[in-house]
């Protein structure tokens, strides 16, 4: 009998036997793989008609009343199975993760097109014939489990490839550096950025003393703060999720360390991995940020999970970044600081292959809390280097996983299992679940387990050269340079991602209470003084001097020259980033009606949207069928004004129509609110026949006066983001046109909301 087996009969035991995955989702069915079929074996399904019964076996005919000493007497100790229900829920909970606590994770595969046996012969990256099962955990990284999703935090990237060579698990972030280059330096940088200890405040932000106290101190952590600081960490979502059997994400991932990748001849490269998503990279506005979290503090998990059940699979294609070993000294930064990137100028992403998530965890805690995933879990071919972050990191994660899931047989949890055969002498230890016959110690007299030869697939590390020297606390030469790349990111970014940087910088160090804090951060960001005064020529001034201005202190004095440089590679607005793309598909369009509204011009905007791969969900005064001014015509409503805010929808087009409910509308408010707070935070905004007067008079007054009047011939009229029309049904094919071209910009930052308040 094998394990699998024998837990189900211990846990079923008198029970009908548990069928194996006989009712899979559509979406669980589209990918069958060597892993969902060993999960199956430990899956028990409670859809079907049971029988409660107690761990072992008994069936209960009461579960809702405890065994008493007469009708209302003491309950009694002796009531096996009260005892047994409290005592187990006692004991649910297990330690969160002391860092990526909150998280989201589906199961998925990788297939590879481009082979690279250049420069690395494990198979993943080698056999185009392969499908191989992945499973992934995005997290935030600071706050607790319960804490919202839409924080401004690094986000993390975590893959494991279960692989016929034994588990690939590439632990990165949604960030392509980290705040420090050694991992001796973690455990502080995690103490400060938590709550402060002396109170629990504040939950999942980096807005407080301890953590700017730590980062100014800390000068090798500036070119991660500009990526911490930019949109980068406040996504629009894990993922984008059109309707259509294209799939895509909305968040790069990083491997972020620099690995080692060996080929059959022996030779070496450094190597990093790259998550490029399928329609390209956006965030949310910092205001829109702050309403979901209290709106929707699931709005990421939420996000991914309605996709995936939705066939609206997401997808990244996986690029390598490859240097020979002979080219490890030819730039001017370590390729080994994991607070450096490689600019694609000088060394081009090559993409092989892509992942597709396609399936949701049937048990958030047996697989998304219980996966453990580790940095040196690597296969042949795929090795470390010498990156001083990635070595104890290694270690750690080994630690922390025995520590959280209590017991060092963690490796048995059905989702860390392996889908290759494992056998070694490893023995016993808290919860062992394997029944280990033969011999547990090598040589032994039966010759097994063995030692495998390399020509038969056992792992052999490559032969690594030692630098010279003595045994010493030191960093490398090239570790000491620290804002060359902060004023890389700071060069590349367009005038409205500068703003948001100056923006954040404020609300961040605006937080702060000690002005010996802001001060000390101040000279640290104060390299950019030269950078604004040369190239910011529509922002006022310097951005160290404006972060200052708007926190009341003096601005400091010296300043470090810039050098000029920058990269097309790394600005989310930009157009010419070619890791960038801009289209309607699978953007969310809110659309708003009310009683009586205009049937042929809602119902033709929602079908051709929809045709488009645009999600169109109808909002109403209530979740039920919305009437039109047609007889017997309606649209149904999935959000009613109350359930919803603009934040949830990329755009927003209000309907026009006749009758009392249209005559109210300058004092319906939840009207009035999405459309002021939409316009402010760049959305598209559209509206058509009587809504434009209510738009231009009520809702936006001042902003787009001269829209109305502007009206072109074929009746629809475009500035800035804002799309209005008449309500006659020939203008419909017009309006879907602009408005979904201005639903592919994503957002119209060229518009002026200096004036708007919501």
Known sequence: MSLAESIKQSVMSGVEGVEKSESMSPAQKATSNA??????????????????????????????????????????????????????????RIPERVVHARGAGAHGYFKLHTPIPEVTYAPVLNDTSLTTPTF?????????????????????????????????????????????????????LIHAVKPEPHNEIPQAQSAHDNFWDFISRTPESLHMIMWHLSDRNIPRSLRYDPPSALTVSMMQGFGVHTFICVNAKGERSFVKFHWKPKLGIHSLVWDEALKISGQDPDFHRRDLWDAIEAGAYPEWELGVQVVPEANEHDFDFDLLDATKIIPEELVP?????????????????????????????????IEHSNDPLLHLRSFSYQDTQSSRLGSINWNLIPINRPVCPVFNNHRDGFMQMQINKGPNYWPNRFGTPHPVPAKHGGQVLSPQPLPAGVKERVRGPKFSEHYSQATLFWNSMTDVEKEHIVDAFSFELGK?????????????????????????????????????????????????????????????????????????EGRKLGLFVHEGFDFGVASGI????????????????????????????????????????????????????????????????RWLYAAREAFMHFKPVGASGSAVDWLAKYALPGEIDHLVGNLKEDGVAVEQGVVVAGSQLKEVPALVKCLSEEIAKHRAWGRDVSAIAA
């Open 35 to 92: 892993k969902q079929a060993q999960l199956a074996d430990f899956t028990l399904d409670y859809t079907k008609d049971r029988g409660i019964a107690t761990h072992f076996g008994v069936l209960q005919s009461d579960t809702d009343t405890s065994l008493k000493a007469g009708v209302r007497g003491p309950t009694l100790i002796e009531d096996t199975h009260a005892r047994e229900k409290i005592t187990h829920f006692d004991h649910e």
């Open 136 to 188: 992934v955990r995005f997290s935030t990284v600071g706050g607790s489990r319960g804490s919202a999703d839409t924080v401004r935090d690094v986000r993390g990237f975590a893959t494991r490839f279960y692989t016929q060579e034994g588990n690939w698990d590439v632990v990165g972030n949604n960030d392509p550096v980290f705040f420090i280059q050694e991992s001796i330096k973690f455990p502080d």
């Open 349 to 381: 992403i090559k993409y092989i292959g892509k992942m597709v998530l396609d399936r949701n965890p049937d048990d958030y805690f047996a697989e998304t809390e219980q996966v453990a995933f580790c940095t040196q879990h690597m296969v042949p071919g």
């Open 512 to 584: 702060c209470e000690d002005k010996g804090v802001i001060e000390l951060t101040l000279e640290q960001i104060n390299f950019l003084v030269l950078i604004a005064q040369s190239l910011l020529k529509k922002i006022d001034n310097k951005l160290a001097c404006r972060v200052a201005a708007n926190l009341h202190v003096p601005p400091p004095k010296e300043v470090h020259g810039n050098h000029g440089k920058s990269t097309k590679f790394l600005s989310q607005i930009d157009r010419e980033n070619p890791n960038n793309t801009f289209t309607a």
């Open 606 to 669: 929602k079908a051709a949207f929809t045709a488009m791969g645009i999600i169109v969900a109808v909002v109403g005064p209530r979740k039920d069928k919305i009437k039109s001014h047609t007889d017997g015509a309606f649209l149904e409503a999935q959000f009613t004004f109350e359930t919803c805010r603009s934040t949830l929808f990329d755009a927003v087009l209000f309907v026009g129509g006749t009758g009392a409910e249209y005559d109210k509308l300058k004092r319906q408010g």
